[in-house]
Every structure is written in C-alpha cells, then in structure tokens.
Nanobody
Framework: QVQLVESGGGLVQAGGSLRLSCAAS????????RGWFRQAPGKEREFVAA????????AHADSVKGRFTISRDNAKNTVNLQMNSLKPEDTAVYYC???????????????WGQGTQVTVSS
C-alpha cells in the first residue's frame, strides 16, 4: 500500500507560480511511478505530468509543457510539481497518484491522494 498526501495548493493570480508537493508513505513508495492529474468542475480528470521511479523519465501534457515541471526526491519520498505562468484554465483540484507504468492513463495508477485546490484568478 502507498499513501499519498498533497500540499501547496492555493489562490494565485494569473502569471504567478505555485509548487505542489506529494508526500508518500508505504513500503513500495520509492519504486512507483508518480503522476499529477487535475480535475476542473464539470470536466473529466486529466493528465498533467508523470515521472518514473528514479526521475530519469518524465512526461508532461501539451497544455502544461514549458510551464510545469515534475520532479522527485526519493530521499524525502516526495514528488513536486512546479507550476509557473499559471492561467485561469489551470484552476482545478490537483491529485497525486502512484502506479507502475509511466503514462497519461489514470486507470494505470493504483493509489491516489485526496487532492489540493489550485485557483488562478484573472
């Protein structure tokens, strides 16, 4: 089992930055692929970014490329999402997830956090 807890959400003006963190606990936490997804009201959950177990491979959705960066610190068992140049359309609940296959399909992720709200005002 892997437990995930997100932090770092909040309210920010368009053009601003936020850094989300996802702390993991559990025996296999360090060996998992970790991903970030988001869900806006009335919309389906969508892929944001993912990183493999040692940080050597990452993937970012086209909508966030060049603005968001995923990274991980296995010594601290955390994964971070640095979000720059935020836009109102980035407003959503952001979820951390853990699985065993790198990719954008949420069904491939076995464990999920509770989510953290990110609101970008115009």
């Amino acid at each position: 089992q892997v437990q995930l807890v997100e932090s770092g959400g909040g309210l920010v003006q368009a053009g601003g930055s936020l850094r989300l963190s996802c702390a993991a606990s559990g025996r296999t936490a360090r060996s998992t692929v970790r991903g970030w997804f988001r869900q806006a009201p009335g919309k389906e959950r969508e892929f944001v970014a993912a990183i493999n177990w040692n940080g050597a491979s990452t993937a970012h959705a086209d909508s966030v490329k060049g603005r968001f960066t995923i990274s991980r610190d296995n010594a601290k068992n955390t994964v971070n999402l640095q979000m720059n140049s935020l836009k109102p359309e980035d407003t959503a609940v952001y979820y951390c997830a853990a699985g065993y296959t790198l990719g954008p399909d949420p069904d491939r992720y076995n464990y999920w956090g509770q989510g953290t709200q990110v609101t970008v005002s115009s």
